[in-house]
């Protein structure tokens, strides 16, 4: 019986490894995710994953300004230093969904159909939606509330056993 070894994620980043400089952190942050998604693309299902970078949002990838910011309305979103820290988490999920540590289900937002990888020891949600020839990088963050990790708990089951059914 072989059993599977359990995820490590990678190394946060930590705006103290930079003395404190934000910016120093906030380029090198977005230098991973212009590797981990622009120079190079994780693939989920034998599918290339992309990003959106229009429209830009303070002249950022949207999705980058998606992932790093936080808040309700887009164009007032605010830097989130514990979404920075982890830029290195979207691609790993991604890479890592036929780990069964990944929980991967789908659901509907608007006139899309969502796929959520989700993983419960770290917290961490990546979403994509699929494109006629790839799939697109929609968001990825830490669920802070225990609330909505049961919420997506509740989601992942319901979703398994209708698939079941």
Known sequence: MSQVASLVFPDLMYLEDYQGN?????NEVYSVFEHDFI??????????????RYPEMDGLHRTFY????????????????????????????????QHPEILIWKNRRGKDER???FNESENYIVV??????FYLFITAYV?????????????????????TA
């Open 66 to 97: 998606h992932i790093t910011h936080e808040g309700e309305e887009e164009e007032n979103r605010q830097p989130d230093i514990r979404r920075m820290e982890r830029i290195r988490y979207p691609k790993f999920v991604i890479e890592q969904n």
């Open 115 to 117: 796929i959520i990888m």
């Open 143 to 163: 669920v802070d509330t225990g609330h909505r990790k049961r919420s997506l708990l509740r989601e992942y089951e319901a979703y398994k056993k209708a698939e």
């Open 128 to 133: 994509l939606t699929e494109r006629k020839e």
């Open 22 to 26: 934000f910016q120093a952190f906030f």
């Open 39 to 52: 120079k190079h693309y994780p693939s989920y299902e034998g599918s290339r994953v992309a990003v959106r």
